[in-house]
């Protein structure tokens, strides 16, 4: 083992390092999982909220409260979070930008057309019970027409990545597709029923608390599908890093991979815009955390790494929204600008600047 | 192809052939046609420099002969076996190509990215068995990077990323080793030891190497072929000696103000003035040689073959001291370092092309 291309100590350090990171993390989102059920319009004791998990807290309403309502939101959020963390990985990738994301790429823009489209314009059942009565199988075919907008906007981006090898105009070119299907929504918007509209535009507004324990496999499930797609790709992720013409010479196929891996981040994204609505900053501010913690490069450490720091990120805005009490509830997107926005833009700085790499 | 190499198993001797190959781009059902029947065989442990203007093709030909790009006619076979018939994964294991492609490399070290070399042996998890190490520390070991493993490679110099990204070919251990412009970015030592590294690895481990170059120099000093694609995307091979004296360099690169010159070697501007002749004697060759080269920088024509002189220098060294004695119409001046000899030439020069020519 002399002959290592890595010395020892230095495989050590890294190794270690990344241990520590993944415990860490672990940690984390365990403890603010148990927050995120402890805290709330009812305080409930940390103990006894996990009590309530098996059924045996000392209030029986207590029990409700934890399994029925808060479960579903803590893994909804937790879920989502590592879902946009991995599409965001995946498009940072493709895309070779560190400023690449689900928002930044006018995916999620994507996803409310597609939304928009079965709420807004679809279906003739009355206004407001549309989203809160919309059956299991409506729930399924709005996550489908989230991840079709999705994919659509991101075979449209591919289009133009071609023509400009410029990363920040291709940001420019995903900020103006965001404008387009902006416009078609309000446009729907604006035949859209007033019950409709309202119904769409509080679904706009982002929240974990709109997955029921019904639903919740619906949400798991897609999100898995598109996890172990991604999961799979690791090593085509890898060579892409080095560009198109490097990975095919190593023997990538470049198209097939790059279209799963496509399919996969449309999914996510797609899905979590369905049930979540537009989530912000996540998906670009979760890898660039988990590039820098844990000083790699490689899918193999980034892809669970994004998707433990998303989900830390998401159920930490979520317990934070929860934070006012009383009933009140704080959105979550501006929570997570409040986390994200920073991390982003010290990103950038460090690009301009040289010294790090993103 | 010749029938009886159509009839015989695959020539084990060749590593790349090709075959009435025409080159080109396929842009919906029209197709632009760059090069045309180009025919080359390629056997193992030969060094190849691919030169010729921006343009004529270079990148289209290398693009072709891995695979990248299909051809238009003809055909290609690696190792004996027709390219088309190959998939991503076999082609990746006959050849592997250094592009001059930028990347960010983010946190990737020296011997992650060498190890991007093991590609096509790794499972679909990527894990690198011993042998696979055993062949990435080699790699390294050979391209002189041994100690740069744990560094990242974009901290690396313009010259040791092109030895890294060398080793991550050579890692790729496929018989055919392709390097796309490898010393565009860098210095002169660094181009030299670039060439040198191709070498080494065409005759240490009898790879079979193109190098596509700029620097036709560099190609003529150490490559054992030369490759030239002329503006008209004209195909041809021999020994570089061959290639410079028979004119083919100069009918590829020549134009209105650089002209080949075979003589040298080199690529020279043509002077427009009157030609100055000068003849230089001596005994010392390395005063000679520098001298020489004074003359030429001045734009003065050496040992005409007319034997009629406008001057005439004679270098004499003792020890370091180099001193010159230069004879024009009769008076005779003389110089102790090449500074003044410059001086006093080029006074000479400039009284001469101001009289009108006596012709």
Same mark, same amino acid.
């Given at each position: 083992?002399?002959?290592?291309?890595?010395?020892?100590?230095?495989?050590? &350090? @890294?190794? *270690?390092?990344?241990? +520590? $990171?993944? #415990? !860490?993390?672990?940690?984390?989102?365990?403890? =603010?999982? /148990?927050? %995120?059920?402890?805290?709330?319009?009812?305080?409930?004791?940390?103990?006894?909220?996990?009590?309530?998990?098996?059924?045996?807290?000392?209030?029986?309403?207590?029990?409700?409260?934890?399994?029925?309502?808060?479960?579903?939101?803590?893994?909804?959020?937790?879920? &989502? @979070?590592? *879902?946009?963390?991995? +599409? $965001?990985? #995946? !498009?940072?990738?493709?895309?070779?930008?560190? =400023?690449? /994301?689900? %928002?930044?790429?006018?995916?999620?823009?994507?996803a409310?057309?597609g939304?928009?489209?079965?709420v807004?314009?679809?279906?003739?059942?009355?206004?407001?019970?549309?989203?809160?009565?919309?059956?299991?199988?409506?729930?399924?075919?709005?996550?489908?027409?989230? &991840?079709?907008?999705?994919?659509?906007?991101?075979?449209? #981006? !591919?289009?133009a990545?071609?023509?400009?090898?410029?990363?920040?105009?291709?940001?420019?070119?995903?900020?103006?597709?965001?404008y387009l299907?902006?416009?078609?929504?309000?446009?729907?918007?604006?035949?859209?029923?007033?019950?409709?509209?309202?119904?769409?535009?509080?679904?706009?507004?982002?929240?974990?608390?709109g997955?029921?324990?019904?639903?919740?496999?619906?949400l798991?499930?897609?999100?898995?599908?598109?996890?172990?797609?991604?999961?799979?790709?690791?090593?085509?992720?890898?060579?892409?890093?080095?560009?198109?013409?490097?990975?095919?010479?190593?023997?990538?196929?470049?198209?097939?991979?790059r279209?799963?891996?496509?399919?996969?981040?449309?999914?996510?994204?797609?899905?979590?815009?369905?049930?979540?609505?537009?989530?912000?900053?996540?998906?670009?501010?979760?890898?660039?955390?988990?590039?820098?913690?844990?000083r790699?490069?490689?899918?193999?450490?980034?892809?669970?790494?994004?998707?433990?720091?998303?989900?830390?990120?998401?159920?930490?805005?979520?317990?934070?929204?929860?934070?006012?009490?009383?009933?009140?509830?704080?959105?979550?997107?501006?929570?997570?600008?409040?986390?994200?926005?920073?991390?982003?833009?010290?990103?950038f700085?460090?690009?301009?600047?040289?010294?790090?790499?993103? | 192809?010749?029938?009886?190499?159509?009839?015989?198993?695959?020539?084990?001797?060749?590593?790349?052939?090709?075959?009435?190959?025409?080159?080109?781009?396929?842009?919906?059902?029209?197709a632009?046609?760059?090069?045309?029947?180009?025919?080359?065989?390629?056997?193992?442990?030969?060094?190849?420099?691919?030169?010729?203007?921006?343009?004529?093709?270079k990148?289209?030909?290398l693009?072709?002969?891995?695979?990248?790009?299909?051809?238009?006619?003809?055909?290609?076979?690696?190792?004996?076996?027709?390219?088309?018939?190959?998939?991503?994964?076999?082609?990746?294991?006959?050849?592997?190509?250094?592009?001059t492609?930028?990347f960010?490399?983010?946190?990737?070290?020296?011997?992650?990215?060498?190890?991007?070399?093991?590609?096509?042996?790794?499972?679909?998890?990527?894990?690198?068995?011993?042998?696979?190490?055993?062949?990435?520390?080699?790699?390294?070991?050979?391209?002189?990077?041994?100690?740069?493993?744990?560094?990242?490679?974009?901290?690396?110099?313009?010259?040791?990323?092109?030895?890294?990204?060398?080793?991550?070919?050579?890692?790729?251990?496929?018989?055919?080793?392709?390097?796309?412009?490898?010393?565009?970015?860098?210095?002169?030592?660094?181009?030299?030891?670039?060439?040198?590294?191709?070498?080494?690895?065409?005759?240490?481990?009898?790879?079979?190497?193109?190098?596509?170059?700029?620097?036709?120099?560099?190609?003529?000093?150490?490559?054992?072929?030369?490759?030239?694609?002329?503006?008209?995307?004209?195909?041809?091979s021999?020994?570089?000696?061959?290639?410079?004296?028979?004119?083919?360099?100069g009918?590829?690169?020549?134009?209105?103000?650089?002209?080949?010159?075979?003589?040298?070697?080199?690529?020279?501007?043509?002077?427009?003035?009157?030609?100055?002749?000068?003849?230089?004697?001596?005994?010392?060759?390395?005063?000679?040689?520098?001298?020489?080269?004074?003359?030429?920088?001045?734009?003065?024509?050496i040992?005409?073959?007319?034997?009629?002189?406008?001057?005439?220098?004679?270098?004499?060294?003792?020890?370091?001291?180099?001193?010159?004695?230069?004879?024009?119409?009769?008076?005779?001046?003389?110089?102790?370092?090449?500074?003044?000899?410059?001086?006093?030439?080029?006074?000479?020069i400039?009284?001469?092309?101001?009289?009108?020519d006596?012709?």
């Open positions: 083992m002399s002959d290592s291309p890595v010395p020892h100590s230095e495989l050590r &350090a @890294g190794t *270690a390092r990344r241990r +520590a $990171g993944f #415990i !860490l993390l672990g940690v984390a989102g365990a403890l =603010l999982l /148990g927050a %995120d059920l402890a805290f709330g319009s009812v305080r409930i004791p940390f103990m006894e909220a996990s009590k309530a998990l098996f059924g045996r807290a000392s209030d029986s309403a207590w029990n409700d409260i934890v399994r029925i309502f808060r479960l579903p939101k803590a893994l909804t959020a937790a879920s &989502a @979070g590592a *879902a946009l963390a991995l +599409a $965001g990985l #995946i !498009l940072q990738t493709i895309f070779r930008n560190p =400023l690449a /994301g689900p %928002d930044s790429l006018g995916i999620g823009a994507g409310s057309v939304v928009g489209i079965v807004l314009l679809a279906g003739g059942s009355s206004g407001a019970a549309l989203l809160s009565g919309l059956g299991l199988a409506g729930w399924a075919g709005l996550a489908a027409a989230a &991840a079709l907008g999705s994919f659509a906007v991101l075979l449209l #981006i !591919l289009a990545a071609r023509r400009v090898e410029n990363g920040v105009t291709l940001l420019i070119v995903g900020l103006l597709v965001g299907a902006g416009a078609l929504v309000s446009l729907m918007v604006w035949f859209g029923s007033p019950q409709k509209t309202q119904v769409f535009l509080g679904w706009t507004y982002g929240s974990f608390s997955v029921t324990l019904e639903r919740l496999p619906i798991l499930g897609a999100l898995g599908m598109g996890a172990a797609l991604t999961g799979r790709s690791a090593k085509p992720l890898d060579a892409l890093l080095l560009g198109e013409r490097y990975a095919e010479s190593v023997g990538i196929r470049v198209k097939p991979a279209a799963r891996v496509l399919v996969a981040a449309s999914i996510l994204a797609g899905t979590v815009t369905a049930f979540c609505g537009p989530i912000a900053f996540l998906g670009i501010a979760a890898p660039q955390a988990a590039r820098r913690i844990f790699s490069s490689a899918h193999r450490v980034l892809m669970p790494a994004s998707a433990l720091i998303g989900a830390v990120f998401a159920l930490t805005a979520d317990v934070v929204a929860q934070s006012p009490g009383g009933g009140s509830v704080l959105p979550v997107n501006p929570i997570l600008a409040l986390i994200g926005a920073p991390i982003v833009l010290s990103v700085l460090r690009g301009a600047s040289g010294k790090d790499p993103a | 192809m010749k029938s009886s190499e159509a009839l015989s198993p695959p020539a084990a001797t060749a590593v790349l052939e090709a075959c009435g190959l025409s080159a080109g781009w396929r842009q919906g059902k029209s632009t046609r760059l090069l045309r029947n180009i025919t080359l065989t390629l056997p193992p442990g030969r060094f190849v420099a691919l030169v010729g203007p921006n343009g004529a093709g990148s289209t030909l693009r072709t002969l891995v695979g990248m790009q299909s051809p238009l006619a003809g055909t290609v076979r690696l190792r004996g076996l027709p390219i088309k018939s190959l998939t991503v994964e076999d082609r990746a294991r006959l050849a592997a190509c250094v592009f492609d930028r960010d490399s983010g946190w990737f070290t020296v011997s992650d990215i060498v190890s991007f070399g093991r590609y096509p042996y790794t499972d679909a998890r990527n894990r690198l068995t011993e042998s696979d190490r055993e062949i990435v520390s080699e790699a390294i070991r050979e391209t002189g990077l041994s100690g740069f493993e744990s560094r990242r490679f974009a901290e690396l110099s313009d010259g040791e990323k092109q030895k890294a990204l060398t080793a991550r070919a050579v890692a790729q251990d496929a018989p055919l080793l392709v390097l796309d412009e490898p010393t565009a970015f860098l210095d002169a030592p660094a181009r030299i030891e670039v060439f040198h590294l191709a070498a080494r690895l065409a005759r240490t481990r009898g790879k079979a190497v193109i190098v596509s170059t700029h620097d036709v120099d560099l190609a003529l000093r150490h490559a054992e072929e030369l490759w030239i694609l002329d503006r008209e995307h004209r195909f041809s021999g020994a570089p000696e061959t290639m410079a004296l028979s004119g083919a360099l009918r590829a690169f020549d134009g209105p103000v650089v002209r080949f010159d075979p003589a040298s070697g080199a690529f020279r501007a043509l002077s427009e003035s009157v030609p100055f002749a000068v003849g230089i004697s001596g005994d010392d060759p390395v005063a000679l040689g520098w001298t020489f080269r004074l003359a030429e920088r001045l734009g003065c024509v040992e005409p073959e007319d034997g009629h002189y406008d001057a005439s220098i004679k270098v004499s060294r003792t020890g370091h001291a180099i001193s010159w004695e230069l004879e024009a119409a009769g008076k005779v001046t003389r110089a102790a370092s090449f500074e003044t000899l410059a001086e006093l030439l080029g006074r000479l400039d009284s001469a092309r101001k009289r009108p006596p012709t």
